[in-house]
């Protein structure tokens, strides 16, 4: 039997903030990317919801052993949902989770923006992994962009910030600019 995987769509997908074991493209069917403001913090969280139409592009990697305690205290606002069925990839078939914000924290909070240094370390992770389409795929599978944009890139506020090359920030900022714009 393989060991249990876990799909990432959101920092996870960036691999330089983890070290989990044969990470690959994956694709996740009937969820959707949304931005959520909590009762944890004043910055908004990237989780997932349902959603019958919707695909995401991310990866999928191993935890040796079924070992879940360190992903779980990193994803600690978020619980784990078996989504085995609704994964497809090019590698062995393994149970499979996707981490999602707990309803518990989710809150109705004016003053919680979506960080710019959490975007940014999405954005290279999708870059490197799915290409500029992947990056697109990820504006256009993600609600939430309404929130405020918070630019924390001088003093991250974000504990995963990656340096970013300024065409990686210029890729950032013409598609945010761009999915703003439709929020309006």
């Excluded at 990470?23 to 004043?42: C, E, I, M, Q, Y």
């Excluded at 939430?144 to 990656?162: K, N």
């Amino acid at each position: 039997m393989s060991d249990p995987a876990f799909f990432g769509y959101g920092s996870l997908v960036n691999l330089a903030t983890h070290d989990y074991g044969d990470p690959r493209p994956a694709v996740l069917h009937g969820w959707r990317r949304v931005w959520r403001r909590t009762n944890l913090r004043k910055a908004a969280y990237l989780s997932v919801a349902p959603c019958a139409r919707t695909s995401l592009h991310g990866v999928l990697a191993q935890v040796p052993g079924a070992d879940w305690q360190a992903l779980d205290q990193r994803e600690a606002a978020y619980q784990r949902h078996d989504v085995s069925e609704a994964v497809h990839h090019d590698g062995p078939k393994a149970p499979t989770a996707v981490y999602q914000v707990k309803l518990i924290h989710v809150a109705d909070a004016e003053d919680h923006p979506i960080l710019l240094s959490y975007v940014d370390v999405v954005v290279q992770g999708y870059l490197r992994m799915h290409g500029h389409e992947g990056v697109a795929h990820f504006f256009d599978t993600t609600d939430g962009w309404d929130l405020p944009v918070l630019d924390d890139r001088a003093a991250p506020i974000y504990s995963r910030h990656q340096r970013l090359s300024a065409k990686e920030r210029g890729l950032v900022d013409a598609h945010l600019a761009a999915v703003m714009q439709k929020a309006e």
